[in-house]
């Protein structure tokens, strides 16, 4: 017997034992991270210097963690801060108690690795509005991340100037990556335009590039590596988001980054900010708040045989109706072909407009062909995105919808045009869209393309009776048609979720602004990265069942992303047994059985383990 085959038979004659401990132990993720955004302190509780605290809901969430998970990273998606200019002694104390909670939720104290992402909020006590303050509130890298995870090296920081009104300017850290347990974060800040107006939801477009230029440099070793990219704001065309107009603003580095993450599907998306409102906390699903998208950046089903909702606890019912990610809307554009012009948007308001612009016809009741009629875009003269006919019934853009109502075209000749009321929009058919008038709801106008003082449409008065509409040879122009404008889904990419709140506001839970106390809904996310999937867990940090009428389940179905997740620190890699050896192998599981055709799964190749892909 050759040395070489003693040691594999050895190696295989000890592994029963050793599969046997390992078959009865729980599975162990590779790495787990818990996401908590928002804890927005503010007030009362930072105002005065000798009494400075945060929310109760912090303190309380992180505790938990620590009791019932055993985390490796800890990720604070922004807005640690709110509105309140305060002094730099005072902020530099919030920033201390932070980190102290912080360090506290991981069981192995001495390693703390937490990461921060700035809000747009986070500058809101050291902005450019008033008076330019000589501290910069975003600043969480020189302490404590440092401390916790270590310096960044020039190339895996980036920098930009802000401006800081007479004071000059500011150094942000605009962007960053770390490398924690074996895994690539890389991290876009709330940067330069933020620091200057907190509501203009705009990454830089050089921050953006650094972003992407990262990216590319880490995917370029291992294509198939989980890369987790963090950032305060989200798309706007995020599942279950207040609005769009919550998300990163319409512009070349928003365009620049979405195109960017959908090159890399194994990349998972995390975000804050959007926490107002009934929709923003998760009621059943974590799904709800997940949004996937294909390789050309849209947006696509959320679920596949890969991606799924996991069970709930063994003995755990769901206490209130499903609540699933809504499917991507459907997108039409909607053409005047007498004039050669769009329904879309000028720099005012709605218009008729040379360049197509995407329209959405949701559907409010099928019985009486109800419709919310939604033009994708903006003017600075517009207060929404909604189809709208005010008191002279001209046609605008508004927050809240008119009952609109399509009529098929069935004839069009030199007396006029008939059409009929329907439900359905067809590709390439012809309508008269018909809304009724906000202030006098009796009267109904049909919108035409002809443009009233330059940011408005003319709508004709026009009497509905049953289900048939007729018009004279005049009103050709108030004939539509409606092309399918959504384009077929390409290869899945990757996929975004919300990290949860500490605070949520303004909703029928917790109504109102953000007091100090302790809201009635606490959410935080809970990642866990194993071998072949990963798992995201939604979990509620305070109150559940039916408040005031809304109901919030205690567990919350998980979300799985079946992957496969290459472990960094293990000695086992990831082949094609084909490509791995030409001769024919004797292949044993991990108790020393032979296996003629191996499957998925770890296996004993000339005393060697393998995981076969």
Known sequence: MTTRTFVTLLACAMLPALFHAQENAEEKPLITLACISDIHTERSLITDINN??????????????????????????????????????????????????????????????????????????????DLPKPYNAGDYYTYPMRDDIGPLSADDAFYEEADNADMGSMSLLAAYHYVIHGFDFVILNCGKHQFRDA??????????????????????????????????????????????????????????????????????????????????????????????????????????????????????????ADVSPAEPAHTWHVFDESASLYLGFNSQNISAVAQAAEVTFELKNASTCEFAVRVAGSGSGANGNYLYSGTS????????????????????????????????????????????????????????????????LVGLSVTLSGRQLTLGPDYAKAVWTIRDSSPTPAEPSFFSAFMGSMRYYYNTIDPGDMPVETPNIVQALMVYVYRDRVELHMKNYNKSGTINGITVNKYLYPYISYRGVRDPSAAVHSVYLEDYYAEPLRCYDLVGRPVPSPRHGCYIVKGKKVMVR
């Open 393 to 456: 019934g001209r046609f605008s853009a508004n927050s809240s919808y008119c009952p609109t109502y399509l009529y098929r075209v069935a004839q069009i000749d030199a007396s006029g045009v008939k059409a009929e009321l329907t439900n359905t929009v067809t590709d390439g058919e012809r309508y008269l869209i018909v809304t009724q008038n906000h202030n006098n709801t009796s009267q109904y106008y049909a919108l035409t393309s002809e443009v009233y003082g330059g940011n408005r």
């Open 52 to 129: 400075i605290g945060l929310r109760g809901s912090f303190a309380q969430t992180l505790s938990r963690i620590r009791d019932e998970e055993n985390i490796d990273v800890l990720l604070l998606g922004g807005d640690c801060t709110s509105d309140a200019t305060i002094p730099q002694a005072n902020w530099e104390q919030v920033r201390r108690l932070i980190a102290g909670y912080s360090r506290s939720a991981f069981r192995d104290e001495s390693r703390t690795p937490v990461l921060y992402v700035t809000g747009n909020h986070d500058y809101e006590v050291a902005n450019w509005h």
């Open 199 to 320: 509501g203009y939801y705009e990454y830089s477009l050089e921050s953006v590039q650094w972003v992407a230029d990262k990216l590319a440099q880490i995917y370029a070793g291992d294509p198939a590596k989980t890369v987790f990219f963090a950032l305060h704001i989200p798309f706007g065309d995020s599942n279950s988001i207040r609005s769009a107009s919550k998300g990163i603003v319409p512009s070349a580095g928003e365009k620049l980054l979405k195109s960017t993450l959908a090159r890399y599907p194994n990349l998972i998306m995390l975000y804050g900010h959007d926490h107002g409102e009934d929709k923003a906390y998760t009621r059943v699903k974590t799904s709800q708040r997940v949004t996937r998208y294909d390789r050309n950046g849209a947006v696509i089903a959320t679920y596949d045989s890969t991606h799924v909702d996991g069970a709930l606890p063994s003995g755990y019912e769901p206490e209130s």
